[in-house]
């Protein structure tokens, strides 16, 4: 230093220094402005898979199926039998981000639900949602991005409460969450799920992303399926809202914008999961 100035190399040193820290604090804020405006930006799902043995259930069989007005979805067991499965790992059956984590308590117990976005055979972009319950542990917080055949918690039993084994769900409606006594408990609403999976082991995907929204589900009634079996607090889930949140300035396109306003449209017809034509 001389004459109470920087030499060049540590001007440049700082700059460089300083372009960095602005650099992370945009990227920061634009992180927190997705999160608060309840969406996450993902890319559609190339396939979906088995969340047992991956990729098609090697080691486990359906104890109990999906039939409409009956049982909503699929109960996984290895076939050890018993609580042999105890703590084997589930996996996301796509990719998507994680909406629901969390000890629901009653008879769900630890519950996650992915949401997905893919495109259906006619082109259009459409959304479901898959539910995984009664786990033992929960290794994926909301709003976290998910890849197809990743770890998202592992087998349990409710506590207890069951022999140990995976209750797995695919929902057409978006709106359910935790709170299935408000909807028909049919095709409506619900898709068998390995007829589902196996109608979309392959699908085509790019590397554009969506914004998939967080929450979307109906208000809580109260039915007891919605309380917690551990004197805790009723779960707390966003509800649907009037009007799309704000996206940042950087964020959306002509095609995010025409997206949502579909998507609500979709969502005041109650077709949820129907497909959106991609804005052209």
Not at 63 to 86: F, I, Q
Not at 165 to 176: A, D, V
């Amino acid at each position: 230093m001389q004459g109470g100035s920087l030499s060049l190399q540590t001007r440049s040193r700082f700059t460089t220094w300083t372009g960095c820290l602005l650099a992370l604090v945009l990227l920061t804020a634009g992180l927190g402005t997705a999160a608060a405006a309840g969406y996450v930006r993902c890319q559609l799902a190339d396939g979906f898979d088995f969340p047992v043995g991956k990729p098609n259930a090697e080691g486990y069989y359906k104890s109990r199926g999906y039939w409409p007005n009956g049982h909503l979805g699929e109960d996984w067991n290895g076939r050890g039998g018993g609580d042999s499965d105890l703590g084997a790992p589930i996996y996301s059956t796509a990719r998507g981000v994680v909406i629901i984590s969390e000890n629901v308590g009653v008879g769900w117990g630890n519950c996650i639900i992915v949401r997905h976005a893919y495109r259906d055979e006619t082109g259009k972009i459409a959304m479901v949602d898959s539910l995984y319950a009664h786990l033992q542990q929960r290794l994926v917080k909301v709003g976290q991005l998910v890849e197809k055949g990743q770890l998202v918690g592992t087998m349990g039993g409710n506590n207890g409460m069951y022999l140990v084994h995976l209750h797995f769900e695919m929902r057409k409606n978006l709106r359910i969450g935790m709170n299935r006594s408000q909807f028909a408990r049919d095709n409506t609403n619900y898709y068998s799920p390995t007829d589902f999976i196996n109608k979309h082991r392959v699908l085509p995907s790019s590397f554009q992303k969506y914004p998939i929204p967080l929450g979307l589900f109906a208000p809580y009634g109260r039915s007891l399926a919605d309380a917690r079996s551990d004197g805790g607090p009723s779960i707390q889930v966003p509800t649907l809202p009037t009007t799309r949140p704000s996206l940042p300035e950087t964020g959306p396109s002509a095609d995010d914008e025409d997206f949502w306003a579909k998507l609500r449209g979709r969502l005041k017809q109650g077709k949820v999961t129907e497909g959106i034509e991609p804005a052209r």
